[in-house]
């Protein structure tokens, strides 16, 4: 819908996103600035950065045609995508391109040549979500490939539910912050307590809440144990103790925990029998009854270089004390990611506290800021996707595998599949080149495809990897609902100002390219972006009130701008009905219980995933490292979501000098000859990046840490703008989940001397 057909509200302009909630300032048709919602006392700054690029350089204005493709056809010079100019052309060409090519493949190859997986954040807003438009325009023309799981924690995806039942749904109800601070003794997080990531909340965030209930935690007398190669996995004020663990062993560190817990008769026998099944497997491999080997402190501490006495020590005052565990979603992007969440869940078992105020088990508190939100589950309305006919897809993080290998088999939780050869790649809402690992090998797969169309506002690594870029809309150019199941708030977005260019929302380029294949009608439903918000919210009301909340009409939102849901009559606690009575509430689990051991697990027969909680080597650590290797791990920024805004002023900011920041310990870089400030260059055998030293003591000695982000620039097999997914492995965590393990990965750093030869 134009701007012009949108009577302007007689209020201040609002906008969401995952960063937060802005009141929107416009002078002569522009951005000037974004002003924090009077709602939140803790803002984060990132969604700040989005004013200054809004109509730059960075902008995609027209839509636009790789070189080769538009003059050899589909398949032309694939190697070149990423070097290859653009040449601008009308949305009537580019349609037509799109759909001849759609057809094309559909007639000659069948749906399942296309691949949508198509995974990323997008934009908040319930109507202009990239990869619904997507997904419902495909499925209109008879489906596509898709993916399954995230990046940010398949394997718990896949082997939680057979532990738990659910996943998501333990998740969205994690334990409450307010009932750590009342009945909380001990907050044991195995990878901290990142605030930084907790300033995102996907959907729309009206009030960050980690920073208020980590320190009313604190100040109510709560000891944090930060389990961590960084001693910033924590906030400094709430004093926490910090074990600087190897990066990769939490696992060894945790079975020593319940080893020591059941040698010392710790654990809650009771609570393992009535909520439990096989512990006494477990148990047995815990004793080293098969192995040889008792999983005791002193064989943890040669693995996780943590003494055996501490080890010890915090076992002891788990066993006496009332117990929260969190385990951070970065756990399981590692090799054999899914034995982490899966020994937590078992640590927390012995300790029989699960389902009781403040303690029993969380999965990584200020992950994001609903983490421990109290709120109401409403079951948003959200744009129908239709039914994909295509039964075929990929583990999200197996792309280049999917491109590499057409045909080849692939192992996924007890089911070997194949996979299919694609021909076209269409991304909405995201950035292979931010999430995806090996970057270097995905590029040259990615030449393999026929056609990669793209939806995008600004030159990304995406974007520029792709033959037809359609310029997309951002949220401050369209009308939408910020209403995230994940936050109380529901915030009005208004258009502030008029596309840029000739850039259109996702709906409005899908139904071009719908009217030219002839499915207009069935992608519209015959109704208009102001009818589906409106559907939207009525549906969403009527929703609200089963639950006996009343939200106010469309016209009354729109009026006053954004309503906050009430707060629930009783605090959130994670099982606690499977707790107070597991037969009227028993677990989607075989045997209704929490399985410890999962017989069900242990018939896929996966000698990487047998059906306990297990000690694996990873494939690349600092056990196994030669002495010029360090383990780097590449985790979330702190000034931008994933890749998203990494243009912008606040990220800019970050970097004076253009490059992502590394931080090392004094004494790593003294043995190398390097200083603070200094440019260095990552390497290892899949590539190389640069980047500017940062010195600290509180990175424990041999590892490095350095956030992702950065656009993918790469040069050869060198990323200049420093991303860090040039280095890390693509490998399967394992057979089961096949999920990412980025944080799997050893490098050299060394002074920088220019670009490496290819």
């Not at 990869?131 to 718990?156: H, M, P, V």
């Not at 303690?359 to 990584?364: N, P, S």
């Not at 030293?693 to 950065?710: D, F, K, P, Y």
Request: charged letters at 20%; hydrophobic letters at 40%; glycine letters at 8%.
């Amino acid at each position: 819908m134009s701007m012009s057909n949108i009577p302007a509200p007689d209020r201040e302009l609002l906008t969401s996103n995952h960063w937060g909630t802005y009141r929107v300032h416009v002078k002569d048709g522009h951005v000037t600035h974004l002003e924090d919602f009077e709602e939140d006392k803790d803002p984060s700054p990132i969604g700040h950065g989005i004013v200054d690029v809004l109509e730059d350089e960075t902008r995609i204005k027209a839509p636009m045609v790789r070189k080769s493709w538009l003059e050899g056809g589909p398949g032309a010079r694939g190697d070149l995508r990423g070097d290859d100019p653009f040449v601008e052309v009308t949305w009537e060409e580019a349609n037509a391109l799109v759909a001849e090519e759609l057809n094309r493949v559909i007639q000659a190859h069948g749906n399942n040549a296309i691949y949508a997986g198509s995974y990323g954040w997008a934009s908040a807003g319930r109507f202009h979500h990239a990869q619904s438009q997507l997904k419902r325009f495909l499925n209109c023309i008879g489906g596509y490939t898709s993916s399954k799981n995230t990046y940010s924690f398949a394997a718990a995806e896949v082997v939680v539910p057979h532990i738990l039942g659910t996943f998501r749904g333990h998740l969205d109800t994690t334990t409450s912050w307010e009932t750590i601070a009342t009945d909380c003794e001990l907050f044991v997080a195995f990878g901290g307590v990142p605030l930084k990531n907790g300033q995102i909340s996907q959907g729309g965030t009206g009030a960050h809440v980690q920073k208020a209930g980590l320190f009313a935690a604190h100040d109510a007398g709560v000891k944090f144990v930060n389990i961590s190669p960084l001693r910033a996995d924590i906030d400094d004020k709430v004093n926490a103790d910090w074990m600087a663990i190897r990066p990769g062993t939490d696992v060894a560190l945790i079975l020593a925990l319940c080893q020591t817990l059941l040698s010392e008769e710790l654990h809650d026998a009771d609570f393992l029998n009535r909520y439990t099944h096989g512990f006494e497997t477990f148990a047995a491999y815990l004793e080293g009854t098969a192995d040889g080997i008792v999983k005791s402190p002193d064989w943890a501490s040669k693995i996780c270089d943590v003494p055996a006495d501490a080890i010890r020590a915090l076992a002891l005052e788990m066993g006496a004390s009332r117990t929260m565990i969190s385990v951070a979603w970065a756990l399981t992007r590692q090799d054999h990611g899914e034995q982490p969440f899966w020994a937590a869940i078992a640590l927390a078992s012995m300790l029989g506290q699960i389902g009781l105020l403040g303690t029993g088990l969380a999965f990584g508190y200020s992950a994001m800021n609903n983490t421990g939100l109290n709120r109401h589950q409403i079951d948003w309305a959200s744009v129908p996707q239709g039914e994909n006919p295509v039964k075929d897809f990929i583990p999200v993080a197996r792309v280049t595998d999917l491109l590499e290998n057409p045909g080849g088999a692939f192992d996924y939780d007890g089911t070997q599949y194949t996979y299919p050869d694609i021909k076209i790649i269409w991304w909405a809402g995201g950035n292979p080149f931010h999430h995806h690992q090996d970057l270097n090998r995905m590029r040259k797969a990615w030449a393999k495809p026929d056609t990669i169309i793209a939806n995008e506002w600004c030159w990304n690594a995406l974007a520029r990897h792709a033959d037809i870029v359609l310029p997309c809309t951002t949220p401050l150019e369209r009308r939408d609902i910020a209403m995230s199941p994940k936050d109380p708030y529901v915030i009005a977005m208004d258009p502030a100002i008029a596309p840029v260019g000739q850039a259109r929302d996702d709906h409005e380029i899908f139904r071009g390219i719908a009217s030219m294949m002839g499915v207009d009608d069935a992608f519209t439903d015959g109704r208009t972006p102001d009818d589906w918000l409106r559907w939207l919210w009525s549906t969403s009301r009527q929703r609200a009130a089963s639950e006996q909340i009343a939200l106010p009409d469309w016209e009354t939102l729109q009026r006053d701008g954004w309503v906050r849901l009430p707060d629930p009559d009783a605090p959130t606690i994670m099982l606690q009905a499977f707790r107070d009575d597991p037969q009227a509430n028993p677990l989607e689990t075989p045997s209704g219980k929490i399985e410890i051991f999962s017989d069900t697990i242990a018939s896929f027969g996966y000698e990487d995933c047998p059906g306990h909680p297990t000690w694996f080597e990873p494939v690349e650590w600092l056990g196994g490292a030669q002495p010029s290797q360090l383990h780097l791990i590449s985790n979330q920024p702190k000034n931008k979501l994933h890749s998203q805004m990494d243009h912008g002023s606040v990220s800019r900011a970050d970097r004076p000098k253009g490059v992502e920041r590394l931080l090392m310990n004094p004494e790593d870089a003294q043995e190398r000859d390097l200083v603070e400030g200094q440019i260095v260059c990552l390497k290892n055998a899949r590539g190389a990046c640069v980047a500017e030293l940062r010195l600290s003591e509180n990175i424990r000695r041999g590892v490095i840490q350095m956030a992702t982000g950065a656009w993918y620039k790469p040069a050869g097999t060198r990323c200049e703008n420093g991303n860090p997914n040039v280095l890390t492995l693509d490998k399967g965590t394992s057979k089961l989940a096949q999920g990412p393990i980025a944080h799997s990965c050893l490098v050299e750093v060394v002074a920088d001397r220019g670009p490496l030869s290819t």
